[in-house]
């Protein structure tokens, strides 16, 4: 079975930087992986996305610059690096897969930046 499990989450003022990450178990190879985040009264929208070898990575316009994402695929693991953080960075950040024509969500960690 396939399972997502985010940590790293907290509270951080603005302009602070925090790091989160994404351990994933349940399946063989070694796919594409994605942070949504989702902040209250919102959709959840895109965040970055890095493919399996970790060779190519895409951020939102939003995070560029501000956000480095990376992966350890002997961890099954990826990692958000947050710098810069806005209050509108605030969100539950989830990680998410594709695989076999199934969605699977992590259940997400809550990042706070105060101001």
């Known amino acids: 079975q396939v399972q997502l499990v985010e940590s790293g989450g907290g509270l951080v003022q603005v302009g602070g930087s925090l790091s989160v990450s994404c351990t994933a178990s349940g399946f063989r190879s070694t796919l594409a992986m994605n942070w949504y985040r989702q902040a209250a009264g919102k959709e959840r929208e895109f965040v970055a996305a890095?493919?399996?070898?970790?060779?190519?990575?895409n951020y939102a316009d939003s995070v560029k610059g501000r956000f480095t994402l990376a992966r350890d695929n002997n961890k099954n693991t990826i990692y958000l690096q947050m710098s810069s953080l806005k209050p509108e960075d605030t969100a539950v950040y989830y990680c998410?897969?594709?695989?076999?024509?199934?969605?699977?969500w992590g259940k997400g960690t809550l990042v706070t930046v105060s101001s």
């Open positions: 998410y897969v594709h695989l076999d024509g199934t969605d699977y």
């Open positions: 890095i493919s399996s070898t970790g060779g190519k990575i």
